[in-house]
């Protein structure tokens, strides 16, 4: 069987010391051991997984829609992407049962070549999304008691200032009027951009010390009101 050889370091990748070279050397062995003709070796410096729009990753599709081999191998799946909607595109098109490509990770065993190694590449996938999932409840949920503590988290918004301790905020007077007018005026009824529109002409500054509101900055203020509650 026909095989490319995929390698990918992120900037974080080649600090901590994962080099495109020990990624290449583990491919070859693997190729060796099971007896895959490694037809070209693609290569990523320095990039991210977050997207597929790589130029070695994109080569090595472009050959696999060719024809001109029979399957991707890699030490990990994350040097792929850790997308999984990227990689449901991978399957559909390339890995999966009837695109008919192979897959090969090293670090994973995976070989879908068979159906458990098929198998095992989806059960990893949803583990992973499930992980990042929970990794990105568990921020949010710190954020929000952050912010109900009077903490900054990233800019300060409408309605407050940053104390001298440089870390509580504490409340801008004249910004929280503005948040019970523009609640005020939403009880009554108005429109996001009728809000905007009505807090421009009365010559209210934005947090950014514009004069023109829009309706988006508006429908945040509203809604970061409602979560606070």
Not at 159 to 169: E, K, N, R, T
Not at 205 to 222: F, N, P, S
């Amino acid at each position: 069987m026909k095989v490319l050889l995929y390698t990918r370091v992120s900037t974080t990748d080649q600090i901590n010391g994962i080099s495109l070279e020990a990624q290449e050397a583990k491919l070859r062995s693997y190729a060796a051991l099971y007896d895959l003709q490694v037809v070209e070796t693609l290569v990523d410096a320095g990039e991210s997984a977050k997207s597929l729009k790589r130029g070695g990753l994109q080569r090595a599709l472009y050959l696999l829609r060719a024809g001109q081999a029979d399957g991707l191998a890699v030490v990990a799946l994350d040097r792929l992407t850790r997308s999984i909607r990227d990689w449901q595109i991978l399957i559909d098109d390339y890995f999966g049962e009837k695109a008919g490509k192979q897959l090969f990770s090293v670090a994973d065993s995976i070989d879908t070549r068979t159906a458990a190694g098929r198998l095992v590449l989806n059960m990893l996938l949803c583990v992973s999304q499930w992980e990042r999932e929970m990794a990105g409840e568990r921020t949010r949920a710190a954020l929000r008691h952050k912010i109900r503590n009077g903490k900054r988290v990233g800019k300060v918004r409408f309605g407050h200032d940053l104390a001298p301790d440089g870390i509580s905020l504490v409340p801008n007077p004249a910004e929280q009027q503005t948040i019970s007018l523009i609640r005020d005026l939403r009880d009554a009824g108005r429109t996001l951009r009728q809000i905007a529109a009505t807090l421009t002409e009365k010559g209210i500054l934005t947090k950014e010390g514009r004069t023109a509101w829009t309706h988006t900055a508006v429908a945040r203020i509203l809604e970061r009101e409602q979560k606070a509650a």
